[in-house]
């Protein structure tokens, strides 16, 4: 009979094989996963089979209530697991790209995850033209926040409350400062514990989770130059557009892909301006790569 003790956990940070999981007899253990699985995310409920008060191995996953994650034409990658808000964050220096936000957003929405748009560094001359380009964001429900991070973080702060956040954006936005504005000794200590696994040099190439307080967390994430939906059938990420998901089934065929087909819904909305060009074209390019890798729901 096996000795083996199981105690539950958190995945507070993945490093490739490895993950750090807070465990509920108060230790924080490295441990690695059992056979060939490692499909698991930060923010994961494991169960870890306990090898001593530093290591551990994951023994199984809790179902999840929200998977955060993004796909290329090789794979995908799990961003955060069982978050209830995505904060992406954009700066107008560098400036930002509205594809790679349009993806976050259909990430966001088709895992049924809040988000929330961040302008940071809002006391630069360029940030009124970056709000006016947000502008058509907002109009469709999503909440923006104008942010000088490195001065005054206070405004972020209730919309953190009470919630299991995930800071996803591109690189240069800020998000590295919004962390330490928020938690200084936590992302100090941090680094030093990076070090002494060895790991370093993945304090910010790997997702990583903070508590805020006792009813608030904020998991960080490495900049993004991209963020593929190469995992979205044309169904899923028509709706992943939250503004065209009143329009989805009108259409004059069931299958329309909402590309060039007749009597298209989204293509009178456009022509009627409630629906974006922009947003609109940004669909057609996500779904014409999708065509172009051959994906089965797009055959």
Request: one cysteine or more.
């Amino acid at each position: 009979m096996s000795s083996e003790r199981i105690i539950r956990g958190l995945v507070t940070a993945a490093y490739g094989r490895r993950f750090l999981v807070e465990c509920a007899d108060g230790i924080t253990r490295d441990c690695v996963t059992r056979g060939k699985r490692n499909d698991f995310a930060c923010g994961d409920d494991v169960s870890v089979a306990v090898q001593n008060d530093t290591q551990g191995a994951i023994n199984d996953c809790a179902p999840r209530k929200s998977l955060l994650y993004r796909s290329d034409q090789w794979k995908q990658k799990l961003i955060a697991a069982n978050v209830t808000q995505v904060v992406v964050v954009v700066a107008p220096v560098p400036s930002f790209d509205l594809n790679v936000l349009d993806c976050c957003l259909a990430a966001a929405g088709h895992a049924n995850i809040d988000a929330l748009i961040v302008l940071n560094k809002a006391e630069l001359p360029e940030a009124a033209i970056s709000e006016g380009v947000l502008a058509p964001f907002a109009a469709l429900g999503y909440p923006l926040l104008k942010l000088v991070a490195r001065d005054n973080i206070d405004p972020l702060r209730p919309l953190l409350d009470g919630k299991r956040s995930v800071l996803v954006g591109e690189s240069g936005m800020g998000k590295s400062t919004i962390l330490n504005q928020l938690l200084p000794e936590a992302v100090a200590q941090t680094r030093e514990v990076s070090a002494s696994l060895g790991t370093g040099k993945h304090t910010t190439t790997h997702a990583r989770l903070y508590h805020l307080d006792a009813r608030s967390e904020l998991i960080d994430t490495p900049g993004v130059q991209a963020f593929g939906v190469h995992h979205l059938g044309f169904e899923d990420l028509a709706a992943a557009f939250i503004e065209f998901r009143p329009l989805l089934g009108q259409c004059r065929f069931r299958d329309c892909r909402h590309l060039a087909e007749p009597g298209c819904a989204l293509v009178a909305a456009e022509a009627a301006g409630t629906v974006s060009a922009r947003r609109l074209a940004s669909y057609r390019r996500l779904a014409e790569e999708n065509i172009r890798l051959k994906r089965p729901d797009w055959a």
